[in-house]
T-cell receptor, first 112, second 120 residues
Framework: DIVMTQSPDSLAVSLGERATITCKSS????????????LAWYQKKPGQPPKLLIYWASTRQSGVPDRFSGGGSGTDFTLTISGLQAEDVAVYYC????????FGQGTKLEIK | EVQLLQSGGALVQPGGSLKLSCEASGFTFTAYSMNWVRQAPGKGLEWVSY????????YYADSVKGRFTMSTDKDKRSLYLQMDDLRVEDTAVYYCARGENAYSSYWNYWGQGTLITVSS
């Protein structure tokens, strides 16, 4: 199984500042045939289902604010929130769909 | 509008069985693969199972293999998760989820979640 490891486990950032979450996979999730990274990011708030933010590592889902961006390739990925808003407080998960499905353990984002 | 409406939660004894449902609307039900994902209290997300749109292919996480079974009822436009031999560690909120297109393996449509508690 591909193990996904996020860092940090929790993060406190001031409003308007940048938050960066990293996700590392135990093996590459880059397809050599399609040159796509099978990696998504979700936002999870209590009492709500997960919300898809990013797929193919860097493609923003329709309707997601452009302050959310994804990057990386192979085994190392980042989710960046530029200009943190109060409504961004949540737990963020990376998800690999290259080989079955596994999620990172989650990163709790709070306001400093 | 795509909607996934899940059945209500339940309390089940260890070793018991339960069938979750997820009613779909706003799309051609049989054209899309579907998944179940769960979140145990205070824990992260865990993929549980997958069923192809045709119903011909299914996959399960090792933690539920042999105990859980996905199925569909096309007339009722519903997806089901039959859960047998339930264990305390199966306690979680269960979500049904669908991708953007028929073959998407990332999910942008989710049910509201169903809390299943396994306890004596």
């Amino acid at each position: 199984d591909i193990v996904m490891t996020q860092s940090p486990d929790s993060l406190a950032v001031s409003l308007g500042e940048r938050a960066t979450i990293t996700c590392k996979s135990s093996q590459s999730v880059l397809s050599s045939s399609t040159n796509q990274n099978f990696l998504a990011w979700y936002q999870k708030k209590p009492g709500q289902p997960p919300k898809l933010l990013i797929y193919w590592a860097s493609t923003r889902q329709s309707g997601v604010p452009d302050r959310f961006s994804g990057g990386g390739s192979g085994t190392d990925f980042t989710l960046t929130i530029s200009g943190l808003q109060a409504e961004d407080v949540a737990v963020y998960y990376c998800h690999q769909y290259y080989d079955s499905h596994t999620f990172g353990q989650g990163t709790k984002l709070e306001i400093k | 509008e795509v909607q996934l409406l899940q059945s209500g939660g339940a309390l089940v004894q260890p070793g018991g069985s339960l069938k979750l449902s997820c009613e779909a609307s706003g799309f051609t039900f049989t054209a899309y693969s579907m998944n179940w994902v769960r979140q145990a209290p205070g824990k992260g997300l865990e993929w549980v199972s997958y069923l192809s749109g045709s119903g011909s292919a299914s996959y399960y996480a090792d933690s539920v293999k042999g105990r859980f079974t996905m199925s569909t009822d096309k007339d009722k436009r519903s997806l089901y998760l039959q859960m047998d031999d339930l264990r305390v560690e199966d306690t979680a909120v269960y979500y049904c989820a669908r991708g953007e297109n028929a073959y998407s393996s990332y999910w942008n449509y989710w049910g509201q979640g169903t809390l299943i508690t396994v306890s004596s």
